[in-house]
């Protein structure tokens, strides 16, 4: 450990500035560092097709039940602990799913047979349980994929192929809907709406809503000569998978237009200009419009599936990025790129993926799958850590929603020995909308809630919340009320009084910089900027008048990895 200290000296204080400007003027101090983003989607898949991510065990006995229960716990309190905010929970497998519904069967991932009830609703289980830990579910649907000809077999007379033969086909020893029949769009409106009426989801993302790959013996050709109407193949395809992104969009909307709505298209949309896609993009390989959905604006955020490095990654984001239409893009990051089958990747790879994505102005990442993250390959959890040090709320459906809602009121606490107990008035949803939900910030100092380091509880349900802790510090809260479509409202503030403000210590003991280039920066309650300059171990700065101020510890990116606050 460095010491850092403080002295307090007016004219010391006058002299930094002159150095400042002079070392500005030199062109050796950098430009304002990049604070992290309140708003980012930290999300990963969860993938329940052959058991891979979860569960691990099937109920074969009614104890199985809990177990089953604990294994999702356990794995959300490790998403949690890496600041994940987003869960994509593959809901709808193979024509079959992970809740008592009267459209498809429950899936045999659950008990090891097809259509056998595990004793519990296992989608409202993971909902409840995500909305603990202040996370967002999201319902993972594989839209076309049926599965091998004998999984379908293993649905006996439930089997879509059976129910309804004519929206699905045999391709290549495998199951599909028929994306050229209407019906197939209705098929899977329908099923979504039956999501959506049924649980409190955050919202219903497809999967595989595009033709198999590499499609030119596809058997379609009697449907095409039915409905193309003047079309070419390629574009009549196109707009077949486009009905469904929209039938299913506009039926979610009609139900609860909060709920998001999302896709997974390949991570190449197209050819750009310098930039080929090898032969293997979203819109001329599988059909998929997604651009033309942005633009439509029948999609509320996009996650592409971009597993590739190098040059066939980073033009490609931006290309996302650049076509957005103000909506949410959200890059698919291959963790499971590096195990040695799948390419050896190392673990910086991966993070400069991370960091390049944002830099681009996207609203964050998505990892596949959620094993590779947990099962911390390659010690790659440490560069997560690096990348999303602080928690982060999933970005608000600005285009949705009608203002803000109202600001809580009679915020305040009182303190119990070591326990601090808040509460607040509850505020009442409006237009339809489930009760609100309330993000709760704190600080030494009065509070900033743009910066997620503040971030103290999200997505509570209750109207209190108890701190437990004895400080000498005086203690600033604040409070908004969220929305479903993630809006907050006006804030409400409250100090805690009757604690000793903590008086200014001479001397910091901070950690030695991990990475070159790390830098320093001193604010005062106002935000300014009082130094900003190269780690070091001493830095005069006397005669402060009295008041709040914080010292920051700053990556060679610009990232605040600490905050030290402190009070003269």
């Known amino acids: 450990?460095?010491?850092?200290?403080?002295?307090?000296?007016?004219?010391?204080?006058?002299?930094?500035?002159?150095?400042?400007?002079?070392?500005?003027?030199?062109?050796?101090?950098?430009?304002?560092?990049?604070?992290?983003?309140?708003?980012?989607?930290?999300?990963?898949?969860?993938?329940?097709?052959?058991?891979l991510d979860w569960p691990r065990t099937q109920v074969k006995k009614p104890s199985d039940v809990d177990v089953q229960k604990r294994e999702l716990a356990l794995l959300l309190d490790s998403l949690k602990a890496l600041n994940v905010n987003c869960v994509m929970l593959q809901t709808r497998v193979r024509g079959d799913v992970l809740y008592p519904s009267k459209i498809e069967p429950f899936s045999k991932v659950l008990t090891g047979v097809s259509g056998r009830n595990p004793g519990y609703d296992p989608l409202a289980f993971a909902i409840d349980e995500c909305h603990k830990r202040g996370m967002q579910l999201h319902a993972w649907i594989v839209t076309l994929p049926l599965g091998k000809v004998q999984h379908a077999r293993s649905h006996g007379s439930r089997a879509l192929n059976k129910v309804f033969p004519e929206l699905c086909r045999v391709y290549e020893g495998n199951w599909y809907m028929e994306p050229g029949e209407p019906a197939t769009a209705q098929y899977l409106a329908r099923l979504a709406a039956e999501m959506v009426t049924n649980y409190e989801l955050d919202g219903i993302h497809l999967d595989y809503i595009r033709y198999p790959d590499h499609p030119s013996k596809y058997p379609d050709g009697y449907l095409y000569r039915r409905y193309g109407k003047g079309r070419s193949l390629s574009d009549w395809r196109r707009a077949n998978i486009t009905r469904i992104m929209r039938e299913v969009y506009n039926k979610v909307k009609s139900i609860k237009p909060w709920v998001r709505v999302s896709c997974a298209p390949l991570g190449k949309y197209d050819n750009l200009t310098a930039y080929s896609s090898r032969g293997y993009n979203a819109r001329r390989t599988v059909y998929q419009e997604t651009q033309e959905w942005l633009r439509e604006g029948i999609v509320d955020a996009v996650f592409p599936m971009i597993y590739f490095s190098g040059n066939d990654f980073y033009p490609f984001v931006r290309d996302w990025e650049e076509n957005s239409c103000g909506r949410h893009i959200v890059p698919g990051i291959g963790t499971y790129r590096m195990l040695p089958e799948y390419g050896d990747w190392r673990a910086l790879e991966v993070s400069r993926q991370l960091i390049t994505s944002r830099s681009a102005g996207t609203d964050g990442t998505i990892m596949f799958r959620m094993r590779h993250l947990l099962d911390n390959i390659k010690d790659f959890v440490d560069l997560y850590k690096r990348a999303y040090p602080t928690p982060s709320l999933v970005p608000p459906l600005l285009w949705h929603c009608k203002g803000k809602p109202r600001m809580p009121q009679n915020f305040g606490g009182v303190r119990r020995g070591d326990t601090l107990h808040l509460s607040w008035d509850r505020v009442q949803p409006t237009d339809g909308m489930p009760a609100l939900y309330y993000n709760l910030y704190a600080s030494d100092c009065p509070v900033d809630v743009s910066d997620p380091r503040n971030l103290q509880a999200v997505m509570l349900r209750d109207t209190e919340y108890k701190w437990v802790g004895s400080k000498l510090l005086t203690m600033y809260?604040?409070?908004?009320?969220?929305?479903?479509?993630?809006?907050?409202?006006?804030?409400?503030?409250?100090?805690?009084?009757?604690?000793?403000?903590?008086?200014?210590?001479?001397?910091?003991?901070?950690?030695?910089?991990?990475?070159?280039?790390?830098?320093?920066?001193?604010?005062?309650?106002?935000?300014?900027?009082?130094?900003?300059?190269?780690?070091?171990?001493?830095?005069?700065?006397?005669?402060?008048p009295p008041g709040c101020y914080m010292l920051e510890i700053l990556s060679r990116e610009g990232y605040i990895l600490r905050r030290i606050p402190f009070v003269r």
């Not at 000296?9 to 400042?20: C, E, Q, S």
């Not at 009320?481 to 009084?497: I, K, N, Q, T």
């Not at 910091?508 to 320093?520: C, D, I, S, Y």
């Open 477 to 544: 809260w604040a409070l908004t009320a969220v929305d479903a479509y993630g809006v907050e409202s006006e804030v409400a503030r409250w100090e805690e009084s009757g604690h000793e403000k903590q008086l200014f210590r001479e001397e910091f003991l901070l950690p030695e910089p991990e990475v070159w280039g790390m830098r320093l920066r001193l604010r005062d309650a106002a935000g300014a900027v009082l130094y900003n300059g190269k780690y070091r171990t001493r830095v005069g700065v006397r005669g402060f």
């Open 1 to 51: 450990m460095s010491t850092f200290v403080i002295f307090f000296n007016m004219t010391k204080f006058r002299y930094i500035f002159l150095l400042f400007f002079v070392s500005m003027a030199a062109g050796l101090w950098a430009q304002k560092p990049a604070a992290l983003p309140k708003y980012e989607y930290r999300a990963v898949w969860m993938t329940t097709i052959e058991n």
